[in-house]
């Protein structure tokens, strides 16, 4: 698993040091503080790729940069798979424009990084390692799959000697050949669909259709999903939300798949440790989804990965998100990373919050992951709010002022808002009528 992770003169913040948890890692701080940054690096120090630098079409993943380049930049961590470990310090040569070589070290395990634009990467011990033996003068390994969201869909091949080499046939013809199979695969993928429904057992399901032609002119067979609110949908005709958790569904599937494949030829054993990024974990999805996709993402290492011990580490910007963790959130295996602007001039700090369950989601919005003062749901209702509470301090607030401040409460807030009692006892108190 991924234990540390250093980074000097680069990314958001001068300086930023973060210790990982072994299950599950939730990422959170406003726009622009680094979130995306961190996975980004992550995945950098896991594989030794930055995923731009192998598919040239991705719009993130970009090599990291030095804030200053009169300073010295670095990017140290520290890794444990099938307990070895793992620990390289790698600095940026200007002169090369690139994070000079971290040496050989060996990695045994299936990283999978979900982007947050659909595109995925996947890293495969069995494919991408160092060799066991000594390494060449000038080794070279493969390069990790990464593939934009249209090459999840539609296939990603390789340039070999002037012909086109498959490297992943994309999940419309991939998942089309399962289900028409009848196989293991097309088990693997009902089950990682089933794994991913947001509540199987009362009826939100996912369920895998028959193959169908979208038209005379289209001769391809499309897979179609079934949901608890309609029959057979054409997969490329579903919502956003349900291509997302499909589309993920698929690469766990189709991953888990290669790295047995390639295991099988390189006579290894498959890998006992599966971590995935992923970023902005709840993109696309309603809250029902919201609240069960953490937890799916728990525990799918022992429903899909074979019984793979899997570290999740996911950016978030959704209360129900952080919420859906209280019944289950372990401070010994899961951790809360938090990004804020802190220190004048403000700049990026990372901090490993302690979590506390807070009830409800729009409890979660006045917390350290989103920094709301209330929990309201307009900038109106906020300020209007704020307000009243400051003269709720005063003692000699004249009935003037109150008034002023209550017809503005009663233009945004509904009826049922808790902070009339407060309120109205206090009007009343300063001889109003509520």
């Given at each position: 698993m991924?234990?540390?992770?250093?980074?000097?003169?680069?990314?958001?913040?001068?300086?930023?040091?973060?210790?990982?948890?072994?299950?599950?890692n939730?990422?959170?701080?406003?726009?622009g503080?680094?979130?995306s940054?961190l996975l980004d690096?992550?995945?950098?120090?896991?594989?030794g790729?930055?995923?731009?630098?192998?598919?040239?079409r991705?719009?993130?993943?970009?090599v990291?940069?030095?804030?200053?380049?009169?300073?010295r930049?670095?990017?140290?961590?520290?890794?444990n798979?099938?307990?070895?470990?793992?620990k390289?310090?790698?600095g940026?040569s200007?002169?090369e424009?690139?994070?000079?070589?971290?040496?050989w070290?060996r990695?045994?395990?299936?990283i999978v990084y979900?982007?947050a634009?659909?595109?995925?990467?996947?890293?495969?011990?069995?494919r991408?390692?160092?060799?066991r033996?000594?390494?060449?003068?000038?080794?070279e390994r493969?390069p990790?799959?990464?593939?934009?969201?249209t090459?999840?869909?539609?296939?990603?091949?390789?340039k070999?000697?002037?012909?086109?080499?498959?490297l992943?046939?994309?999940l419309?013809h991939?998942?089309s050949?399962?289900?028409?199979?009848?196989?293991?695969?097309?088990?693997?993928?009902?089950?990682?669909?089933?794994?991913l429904?947001p509540?199987?057992?009362?009826?939100?399901?996912?369920e895998?259709?028959p193959?169908?032609?979208?038209?005379?002119?289209d001769?391809?067979?499309?897979?179609s999903?079934?949901?608890s609110?309609?029959g057979?949908?054409?997969?490329?005709?579903?919502?956003?939300?349900?291509?997302?958790?499909?589309?993920?569904a698929y690469?766990?599937?189709w991953?888990?798949?290669?790295?047995?494949i390639?295991?099988?030829f390189?006579?290894?054993?498959?890998?006992?440790?599966?971590?995935?990024l992923?970023d902005?974990?709840e993109s696309h999805?309603?809250p029902?989804?919201?609240?069960?996709?953490?937890?799916?993402?728990?525990?799918?290492g022992?429903?899909l990965l074979?019984g793979?011990?899997?570290?999740?580490?996911?950016?978030?910007?959704?209360?129900?998100?952080l919420?859906?963790?209280?019944?289950w959130?372990?401070?010994?295996?899961?951790?809360?990373?938090?990004?804020d602007l802190?220190?004048?001039?403000?700049?990026?700090?990372?901090h490993?919050?302690?979590?506390?369950?807070?009830?409800?989601?729009?409890?979660?919005?006045?917390?350290?992951?989103?920094?709301?003062?209330?929990?309201?749901g307009?900038i109106?209702?906020?300020?209007?709010v704020?307000?009243a509470?400051e003269?709720?301090?005063?003692?000699?607030?004249?009935?003037e002022?109150?008034?002023?401040?209550?017809?503005?409460?009663?233009?945004?807030?509904?009826?049922?808002d808790r902070?009339?009692?407060?309120?109205?006892?206090?009007?009343?108190d300063?001889?109003?009528t509520?």
């Open positions: 991924l234990e540390y992770l250093k980074l000097e003169n680069v990314g958001p913040a001068p300086r930023m040091e973060v210790e990982f948890a072994p299950r599950v939730l990422i959170t701080g406003d726009n503080l680094g979130k940054f690096t992550a995945w950098w120090a896991l594989t790729y930055w995923p731009a630098e192998v598919n040239r991705m719009t993130s993943g970009l990291a940069r030095p804030r200053d380049r009169n300073e930049s670095s990017i140290g961590f520290r890794a798979y099938a307990d070895e470990s793992v390289s310090s790698v940026y200007l002169g424009e690139a994070w000079t070589p971290r040496g070290q990695i045994d395990a299936l979900a982007h634009d659909g595109s995925f990467s996947v890293w495969d011990s069995a991408n390692n160092w060799p033996s000594a390494p060449p003068v000038n080794p493969r990790p799959y990464v593939l934009t969201e090459e999840v869909w539609d296939g990603l091949a390789a070999v000697e002037g012909r086109a080499l498959p992943c046939n994309g419309l991939d998942w050949s399962w289900v028409k199979a009848k196989g293991a695969m097309s088990k693997a993928m009902a089950l990682a669909l089933r794994a429904s509540d199987w057992a009362g009826g939100d399901r996912l895998p259709g193959t169908m032609r979208l038209s005379i002119d001769a391809r067979d499309i897979p999903i079934r949901t609110y309609a057979a949908v054409p997969i490329l005709h579903a919502s956003s939300g349900i291509r997302r958790v499909v589309a993920l690469m766990l599937t991953a888990w798949s290669e790295h047995r390639a295991a099988e390189t006579r290894e054993k498959a890998a006992r440790q599966v971590t995935m992923f902005e974990v999805l309603h029902r989804w919201q609240r069960s996709i953490l937890k799916a993402l728990r525990d799918v022992s429903m074979d793979a011990e899997l570290q999740l580490i996911a950016s978030t910007h959704a209360p129900l998100v919420a859906s963790a209280e019944p959130f372990d401070p010994e295996k899961d951790a809360w990373l938090d990004l802190e220190g004048d001039p403000a700049q990026a700090q990372l490993r919050r302690s979590y506390t369950p807070r009830g409800t989601p729009g409890a979660w919005l006045t917390s350290d992951a989103f920094d709301l003062e209330t929990e309201r307009s109106e209702a906020e300020r209007a704020l307000r509470r003269l709720l301090k005063q003692t000699d607030a004249s009935l002022e109150v008034m002023d401040v209550h017809n503005e409460l009663r233009g945004v807030l509904p009826d049922i902070f009339w009692v407060r309120w109205n006892a206090f009007v009343e300063r001889g109003g509520p």
